[in-house]
């Protein structure tokens, strides 16, 4: 089992600039999720999806896009990079079971927006 | 509007103490609680979980602790050892169904000193 993984692990864009975040998870997981972690703000939820097709929005969706068409794959798009969006990703994926549960989370993509 | 709080950003604990990190938090309808270890440059690995249900959970050396009526909850590792010198995070969520959709505190710094 590789776990979550997440592509790239580093990554410079320009303010403007579109790009899309991979992340794969071969736990056949139900639940992704996405979060951003800015310094002294711990993890913000952006997206998340309780399974193939459904998204939802979290805490700071603005700027972000999700689509869940598969259970292994969660693919965050930047639709217009700009500075704010400086910050470490983290995808992770999660299964319920009964009443407790545990996200599992990928290595992270550095992204500095210039 | 932070809803879980980690008031002490950093602690120092000799190897071999008890080390003790806190959590606080707002929504009452939060009922389930996890915490989390995260090392530099890594995603953060999730360490123990309680339901609300009960007020305590065990695991090897580390224990969570809640209570509901102050609404806070306590993370303690006894003996603290060198490894566990990282960045704990606590995190709720509410209902079941949301295991994707977790809220974090800001961490807390631990550092296990010889």
Known sequence: NAGVTQTPKFQVLKTGQSMTLQCAQDMNHEYMSWYRQDPGMGLRLIHYSVGAGITDQGEVPNGYN???????????????????????????????????????????TRLTVT | DQQVKQ????????????????????NSMFDYFLWYKKYPAEGPTFLISISSIKDKNEDGRFTVFLNKSAKHL???????????????????????????????????????TL
Not at chain 1, 66 to 87: I, N
Not at chain 2, 13 to 19: K, M, P, T, W
Not at chain 2, 84 to 102: I, P, Q, R
């Open chain 2, 74 to 112: 306590s993370l303690h590792i006894v003996p603290s050892q060198p490894g566990d010198s990282a960045v704990y995070f606590c995190a709720a969520s509410e209902g079941t169904g949301t295991a994707s959709k977790l809220t974090f505190g800001t961490g807390t710094r631990l550092q296990v």
């Open chain 1, 66 to 108: 999700v689509s869940r068409s598969t259970t292994e794959d969660f693919p965050l798009r930047l639709l217009s990079a700009a500075p704010s969006q400086t910050s470490v990703y983290f995808c992770a994926s999660s299964y319920f079971a009964g009443q407790s549960y545990e996200q599992y989370f990928g290595p992270g």
């Open chain 2, 7 to 26: 008031n002490s950003p950093s602690l120092s604990v000799q190897e071999g103490r008890i080390s003790i990190l806190n959590c606080d938090y707002t």
